[in-house]
């Protein structure tokens, strides 16, 4: 498990896709003053928050897989503690994941830390101040979003009616120790949480270019992070313009197959994505998501009947992306090793636009034409009801879309409908969105260090 580091020492493999693929000789043992003394120094640093975002306990699988695993849309059959203790909703706090997620989330908060520090000296090299700006957004945009995925899983779902409810501490510079960089911390609120969230995206979004490879972050993939943020914020007029923005003017472009987002090859749809290779990840090492959802692996995680029951007859996604095997069905999505994995694509936004429209009260019209986009890429028809029909209608087609990437516990809770669980002999029992259950302890590891006050339940 990483720790926030002394040293840099990178993956720089995880860039070999790149147009610009960067020096992949890493640093090793070398200090932070060493490191921001040249532009690749800089750029190396840049790899390795990306690096951490990439890491099986943040991005790399995760933050996908402990979301899953909390829901009824996937059945978890496997045999490690942890994972059962998510599925069950009886976390202890020592729980293995809960605190990887933490030391790992903060381990790539502080590596952007690192490099926005060093940002204020900067270089005086033509060079450097061509690229200074693409740099500090892209550290920005890696800090906003693994901000956004620790207050989703520390902290109780956001509620602009509670401005007390405990969240993570905002730690905004970096250190070379963990125990430094969290010493004398507090927890943040919630809200307090989602602003540095929104702060840090809209600074990206005036410092990232407006197109880059889809491993790497963009202008667009900001803008479609900010869409995504204030929908959960319950902003449907911030999440409808930006959402329309990425639609309109992005770029991006649904695929026709929707299985061809999760290969190996890039994909038009995808506005930003995890690059994972035959040997970093996705492998055969307990660690990345094909070894818990694919049947020839662990085979850990597979997809109940009553989930395949929510895609009408016709719907081109049960074809594409599940598969039988030992008479059970499992999500295709993560099956090859070198799959990418996309963290935010197109279609997202289309059902966000639909949402927040509808939400809005304006024209339903409008939202329906957005859901349909997404019905008709599946071989759905048309659906022209109104109403809480419509409501739910695109509430489904949120569950539909995103099996088994991480979003179904997180959209449940926006609506605020029970959630379920994901072991087959608790089928049917549901906990309140609100449940403290739903809400990852803070690891013990950490109160034990700190003063940082425990959630409720534990």
């Known amino acids: 498990m990483k720790k926030i580091y002394l040293i840099m020492v990178f993956f720089l493999a995880f860039f070999a896709s790149c147009e610009d693929e960067l020096d992949t000789t890493p640093f090793q043992s070398v200090d932070d003053n060493a490191v921001f003394t040249t532009l690749q120094g800089f750029e190396n640093a840049v790899a390795g928050v990306y690096d951490g975002l990439q890491d099986a306990d943040v991005y790399g699988a995760n933050v996908v897989q402990d979301a899953e695993v909390k829901a009824q849309y996937v059945i978890w059959g496997g045999s490690f503690t942890s994972y059962s203790e998510i599925a069950s909703k009886t976390m202890a706090t020592v729980n293995a994941e809960s605190t990887r997620l933490w030391v790992d989330g903060y381990d790539v908060i502080n590596r952007a830390n690192k490099v926005l520090d060093a940002l204020v000296d900067g270089l005086d090299d033509p060079a450097f101040l061509e690229v200074e700006d693409r740099i500090k957004g892209e550290v920005l945009f890696a800090r906003a979003i693994t901000y956004y995925e620790l207050v989703r899983n520390f902290g109780l779902p956001y509620n602009a009616g509670s401005s007390s409810d405990p969240g993570v501490p905002i730690i905004l510079s970096g250190t070379s120790d963990v125990s430094d960089a969290q010493s004398g911390s507090t927890r943040a609120t919630v809200n307090e949480v989602f602003s540095q969230i929104i702060s840090d995206l809209k600074e990206a979004e005036t410092l990232l270019p407006a ?14 992070f900010l869409a995504r943020v204030y929908l959960t914020m319950k902003d449907y007029t911030n999440a ?4 329309n923005d990425v639609i309109d003017n992005g770029g991006f ?31 055969n090492t307990n660690a990345g998501l094909n070894d818990y959802f694919s049947p020839t692996e662990r085979a850990d995680i597979s997809i109940p009947q009553s989930t395949l029951d929510l895609f009408p007859a016709g719907d081109t996604r049960l074809s594409s992306l599940f598969i039988e095997d030992d008479d059970q069905m499992w999500s295709n999505k993560w099956i090859e090793d070198d799959a990418n994995l996309p963290i935010i694509r197109l279609a997202e936004m ?20 957005m859901l349909n986009i997404i019905r008709n890429r599946a071989n759905l028809a048309d659906i022209t009801v109104t109403g809480t029909d419509l409501r739910d209608s695109i509430r489904m087609e949120f569950i539909r879309e995103f099996v088994a990437e991480g ?3 997180y959209d449940l809770q926006r609506w605020q409908l029970p959630v379920g669980y ?15 259950s739903l809400v990852f302890p803070i690891p013990q590891r950490e109160i034990d260090v700190t003063d940082l006050e425990q959630n409720p339940g534990y």
């Open 240 to 243: 409808n313009s930006y959402a």
């Open 211 to 224: 197109t880059a490879n889809f491993e790497r972050a963009s202008m667009y993939s900001a803008k479609a």
């Open 407 to 409: 979003h179904a516990v």
């Open 422 to 436: 994901s072991l087959a002999t608790r089928a049917g029992e549901t906990v309140p969105w609100n449940d403290p």
């Open 350 to 369: 289309y059902l966000i636009s639909a949402e927040s429209l509808y939400e809005l009260g304006g024209s339903e019209g409008d939202a329906a034409d």
């Open 253 to 283: 472009s649904l695929d026709g197959n929707p299985a061809s987002s999760f290969g190996p090859a890039s994909s038009l749809e995808s506005v930003f994505a995890i690059v994972h290779t035959s040997t970093d990840n996705l492998s």
